[in-house]
């Protein structure tokens, strides 16, 4: 299992969320053709930080963000709906895949396959939980069908396991240097003393 010091915690969590803060939606902070990192970030923060007030932290920067976003383009109905409220367990079902890979995670062992293995789990029902809960519930589509939504996941799922498979690799890449880099510092104190 990974174990960051609280420091370290602190920062990677603040980092995380300026990332939210810059990406998602469209409103007074964007970065153009940014794709949104929320789901990422969610499964990102599961893996490294250890509280149950990150995610709580996190949900309510979203919670705030969209307010703001849809407030400010005056377009309330359109996102904030019934259906609202289950983006706790979508974005639940992210910080708990990627904490089910910081119990699996080995520093030098094979973490490919449990990775993709967790976001794509995690992703999956994600999406269900999300997009299912806005079908059928935000009262913008007359006479919801399982056909249709079926039609629909395959439709938007692709793009949104994209831009989650953008950001978990930028990760993973990073957390990758960091551990060279370590391992490096680590063999120079050894190789000088």
Known sequence: MLNLSSRAQLLLGLGLAL??????GHHFASL???PSASWALFFIAGFYLRSKWA???LMAEA???DISAVGLQGAVSLCI????PMLLPAYGTLWLGGQWLAKRYRPHGAMLAPLVLSVLVAST???????GSYYYFSGHFADPTLA???QRMLRYTPLSLQSMA???ALAALVHGAVLAMTSWQRNEQRSSS
């Open 19 to 24: 990332l939210m803060a810059a990406t998602r």
């Open 32 to 34: 153009d053709n940014l």
């Open 55 to 57: 995610f709580a932290g």
């Open 63 to 65: 919670v705030l963000l």
């Open 81 to 84: 709906t019934a259906s609202y």
């Open 125 to 131: 029902l994600c999406q269900l939980i999300s997009s």
């Open 148 to 150: 249709e939504f079926a």
């Open 166 to 168: 953008f950001y978990i």
